[in-house]
């Protein structure tokens, strides 16, 4: 509401009518009307307001007060409708912000307390600063109503209507410039929105481009199975994990490329938990001792050796039935045996850990029994597998996924520093016809 009470008293008769009041008219009277402007302003001279009871002066005070109070409503309604602004904004803002708050970003707290942080006064401020000034003019007018009962009391006329019409443009001054806050600080608030909401959406396009990248670089293996593990370091900490778990099996083969030149012993290329035996299946080189498979914490040892800095293909087939296993190197069967956890089924639903050994599911790994250097192929089957299929694999004249764990890299996670390579291995290796 701009348009504000403007105080367009004329008051024509000042000049020369103090004049003449000075030169000592006696009982002349000085009457000052309200006319528009460009008005012929004589001074005509009023002789029967003498007579009157009331005054004009009078009278135009109390116009002018009613105007005065007028104003005041006018203003007041604009304040309520200033506040019904302010309750919309403040509801549009607190949607916007829950928004932002849902959609959820790593970024966020930093978000909020940058935006939010900066934004203008709360609105409700500026209610209360108008109530303020309200209150201030409240006091104003009953002060030029006193001021009104004064009259008599000596006061000369003209000086009393000089001081209301400096009081009402000083009060609409005021008034404008409340009014021109409120417009900004709402305008500010819409602004603060936009810049929130683009600030989010940035952060969100910014972060779709970097999983975006990160799967590029995932899918980067000339084929899903064409990549290595590298577990360079002998630590409690780097490893890699097998998305996939296990179902119950009476049966089982494993087949891993592996390099490694460390000694004593390679440590533990892969190892099997289950709630209530982490060591269900482990194969594992440590300190002095040959390589050795547990399974069900029972153990054999393999004819194995592979620690030599090459890569060396092995394979290792399990049956529940008199527990009988085989041991493969490069495609060869280099030992049977009989006995290892016979009649035992596999059991479903534990953890498969690549390079560390178990001492709960997924977990409390020892330094000493990780394996350094790298591993690929790593596929397992619910069955034993044919020699002439494990040859083939092993000569690379064909390449099998495991049935119940492929080798891919969608199902592979590295930690704490392992990573994953392009494969050299069977580059150019010929897949059955
Ligand atoms: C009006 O007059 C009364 C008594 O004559 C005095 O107490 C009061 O202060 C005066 N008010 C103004 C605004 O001059
Ligand atoms: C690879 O192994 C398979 C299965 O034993 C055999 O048939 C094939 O001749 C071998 N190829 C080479 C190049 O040795």
Not at 5 to 15: D, M
Not at 27 to 47: E, I, K, M, N
Not at 259 to 279: D, E, H, L, R
Not at 288 to 312: A, C, F, I, Y
Request: net charge negative.
């Amino acid at each position: 509401m701009r348009a504000l009470f403007v105080p367009l008293l004329l008051i024509y008769a000042s000049g020369s009518g103090r004049a003449a009041g000075a030169s000592g008219t006696k009982g002349t009277r000085f009457v000052c009307t309200a006319v528009p402007a460009g008005t012929d302003l004589s001074c005509p001279v009023d002789t029967s307001s003498r007579v009157q009871g009331t005054s004009p002066q009078e009278e135009e005070l109390r116009n002018t007060v009613i105007q005065l109070r007028e104003t005041i409503l006018q203003q007041k309604e604009t304040i309520v409708s200033q506040q019904g602004t302010i309750k919309e904004l403040n509801s549009k803002l607190a949607r916007c912000e829950a928004d932002a708050r849902s959609r959820g970003s790593a970024r966020r707290k930093d978000y909020s307390k940058n935006t939010m942080g900066d934004l203008p006064r709360d609105p409700t401020e500026t209610v209360q600063q108008l109530g303020k000034t309200m209150q201030s003019l409240k006091d104003r007018l009953e002060n030029l109503e006193q001021l009104r009962a004064n009259t008599s009391g000596g006061m000369f006329p003209n000086e009393l209507r000089d001081l209301l019409k400096r009081r009402l443009t000083d009060l609409e001054s005021q008034l404008l410039t409340r009014v021109a806050e409120l417009e900004e600080e709402k305008s500010q608030l819409y602004s603060e929105t936009a810049t929130h909401r683009q600030r989010t959406e940035n952060t969100l396009s910014s972060l779709l481009e970097r999983i975006t990248e990160l799967e590029k670089s995932n899918n980067a293996f000339k084929s899903p199975e064409d990549f290595k593990v590298s577990l360079p370091l002998r630590t409690n900490y780097l490893y890699g994990r097998i998305k996939k778990s296990l179902p119950e099996m009476y049966a089982f083969t494993v087949c891993m490329w592996l390099k490694s030149s460390a000694s004593p012993g390679i440590g533990t290329p892969f190892s099997y938990g289950v709630p209530g035996q982490a060591n269900e299946i482990v194969l594992i080189e440590w300190g002095n001792s040959p390589m050795e498979l547990l399974v069900n914490d029972k153990v054999t040892q393999l004819p194995l050796s592979v620690s030599d800095g090459r890569w060396h293909h092995i394979c290792i087939t399990w049956t529940t039935r008199d527990g009988f296993w085989e041991a493969y190197q490069d495609g060869e069967r280099l030992g049977t045996g009989e006995n290892l956890a016979p009649w035992h089924p596999i059991k479903p639903g534990g953890v498969i850990i690549l390079g560390q050994e178990q001492d709960i599911v997924g977990g409390r790994f020892d330094a000493t029994q990780a394996f350094v250097g790298e591993l690929s192929h790593f596929n397992m089957w619910d069955r034993v597998l044919r020699p002439v299929d494990i040859s083939a694999m092993a000569n690379c004249s064909a390449y099998m996924p495991g049935n119940v764990v492929p080798w891919v890299d969608a199902n592979v996670e590295v930690f704490g520093g392992a990573t994953k390579a392009a494969l050299e291995i069977c580059e150019d290796r010929l897949f059955d016809s």
